[in-house]
């Protein structure tokens, strides 16, 4: 009889040795999993900050175009059309409108703020 018990509470240990084994490398798996989203997710940010300092040089050469030629910073017909634009090209990868529309008038805004310095910089701040 104790060695029925014995082998019952052998085989139980290891059958909690397994189970356990089993869910921790379901929960590592889990993390792992997780760890890995992050890092895309960081190296996409990345992306996201390196395209924005990009477009923010072309902004401050357009600024510097529109001072030398005296145009107005803001051209409401041109972002609106943006604007427009990228609310498409968000629909095909299921953005919200919303979305769209909050990081294209930050982005306009920081443009706006940039063309206008360049402005005033030119015209010695008489614009």
């Known amino acids: 009889m104790s060695t029925n018990k014995s082998l019952t509470a052998f085989i139980l240990t290891c059958c909690i040795g397994i189970f356990y084994t089993a869910s921790t490398n379901a929960q590592a798996t889990k993390t792992d999993s997780l760890a890995m989203y992050r890092v895309q997710i960081d190296s996409l940010d990345k992306q996201l900050i390196e395209l924005l300092g990009k477009r923010m040089q072309v902004v401050e050469n357009v600024g510097r175009y529109k001072a ?3 145009i ?20 095909q990868y299921n953005l919200s409108d919303t979305l769209i529309v909050d990081v294209m008038n930050a982005i306009h805004k920081e443009s706006l703020t940039k063309e206008n310095a360049i402005a005033v910089e030119k015209t010695g701040g008489n614009r």
């Open 72 to 91: 107005p910073a803001l051209q409401k017909s041109r972002f609106d059309a943006i604007l427009q634009k990228n609310i498409a090209m968000g629909k």
């Open 68 to 70: 030398v030629h005296n």
